[in-house]
């Protein structure tokens, strides 16, 4: 913290120790702004690795609530002889956004789980206004069970993260996908 203190000095301003008194006070935060610019590259860099962020109250851990629903996550049935169920649409579509955005590749991860959970309750004639809503229905009437519907609305708080620009690294983006993919199996399978 600077302060910088004007006096009156009578008739006479002393307008070197003026300037000198200025220069110490603008010396430390002119420094920091120049040392950020000059390594602005490594430090958003360095910023778009983090796991967590922070504004005021709010916090994010996108990361961390990933691990979380991961290890909730029933482990990986062993491979078909048919064809894997996997989200629709093309993976190719998959890579090109999650090389553009991570963040766009979670949504695009979501829109498959949310299409196929619509389907189901309108299949099971659930009026519902959205996924969450949905999946609590379905639950009530036993065609979903607990730790699905509480996956989904996990996912979808995530989705929600994403959505609103937090930073989402690509293995997160990745690890979503395969949640997604786990889930939609369960839906499609329900």
Known sequence: MFKLTLE???SGTDWPAFAGNLVIALAWPLSALV?????????LALLAR???????DKSARFAQRLDRLESEAS???????GPEIALTGDH???????DLSPGAAVLDSW????????SL???HAVASVDASEAGRSLQKRGVLPARTVGMIEEMRRLRNAAAHDQ????????RFRNLAKGVLNEIRLA
């Open 167 to 174: 930073a989402i690294s690509v293995s997160d983006a990745l």
């Open 121 to 123: 309750a309108s299949e």
């Open 50 to 56: 983090l796991d967590e962020l922070s504004w005021g």
């Open 75 to 81: 482990p990986a049935p062993p491979e078909p002889d």
């Open 8 to 10: 009156s000095a009578g």
């Open 35 to 43: 040392i950020a610019l000059i390594f602005r590259r490594p430090l």
């Open 111 to 118: 829109a498959g789980v949310e299409e196929a959970l619509q």
């Open 92 to 98: 190719a579509r998959f890579l090109k956004l999650l």
